[in-house]
T-cell receptor, first 116, second 116 residues
């Protein structure tokens, strides 16, 4: 069974540009979450999507957005990039158990974004 | 809000030494608890999990017990190997938004270095 696939693995962008990152979840997983990892702030939750709807959002500015498609694939977009957006962006997919709602998350290898 | 506190690293051990990485949490309700491991340049891999009080998660010689009375989920391994060198993250997952979504809250991570 293929794991979570994130593309691209590495990106270099200039301040002010925008970027789109892609995530393909494990087959059959309907929930996709995004996290930002930086040395200073650690792992921070960005948002979660399920059935093409954003279910939960972290404390990030509106420049960070995402969406989910009918096949559960997800993209996140960051507009007007700032130097501080340089980070490893991780995508995670999980089965959603309606009653328990707390299935483990499986992570992709991440996209390393560098803003110069 | 929810939070996870991990012991500061780095932790340096000789091969075959005993490992303990402390983790305590604050959460409302009944969260699930996880340990994830991150090798250099990689995403997060689920190491083990526990979904209710007194559950013991185990994998690859690592163990952790969900202690509700002390709100702890300490990671242990009886004999570490050089290949265990990585960063370890304690995390909790709880229901949000009236149970329609879940979110992982991570500790800051503990770097483990095992030497020969």
């Amino acid at each position: 069974k293929a794991g979570v696939t994130q593309t691209p693995r590495y990106l270099i962008k200039t301040r002010g540009q925008q970027v789109t990152l892609s995530c393909s979840p494990i087959s059959g997983h309907r929930s996709v979450s995004w996290y930002q990892q930086t040395p200073g702030q650690g792992l921070q939750f960005l948002f979660e999507y399920f059935s093409e709807t954003q279910r939960n959002k972290g404390n990030f500015p509106g420049r960070f957005s995402g969406r989910q498609f009918s096949n559960s694939r997800s993209e996140m977009n960051v507009s007007t990039l700032e130097l501080g957006d340089s980070a490893l962006y991780l995508c995670a997919s999980s089965l959603v158990w309606a009653r328990r709602g707390r299935a483990e998350a499986f992570f992709g290898q991440g996209t390393r974004l560098t803003v110069v | 809000g929810n939070s996870v506190t991990q012991m500061e690293g780095p932790v340096t051990l000789s091969e075959e030494a005993f490992l303990t990485i402390n983790c305590t949490y604050t959460a409302t309700g009944y969260p699930s608890l996880f340990w994830y491991v991150q090798y250099p340049g990689e995403g997060l891999q689920l190491l083990l999990k526990a979904t209710k009080a007194d559950d013991k998660g185990s994998n690859k010689g690592f163990e952790a017990t969900y202690r509700k009375e002390t709100t702890s989920f300490h990671l242990e391994k009886g004999s570490v190997q050089v290949s265990d060198s990585a960063v370890y993250f304690c995390a909790l997952s709880s229901l949000v938004n009236t149970g329609t979504a879940s979110k992982l809250t991570f500790g800051t991570g503990t770097r483990l270095q095992v030497t020969l």
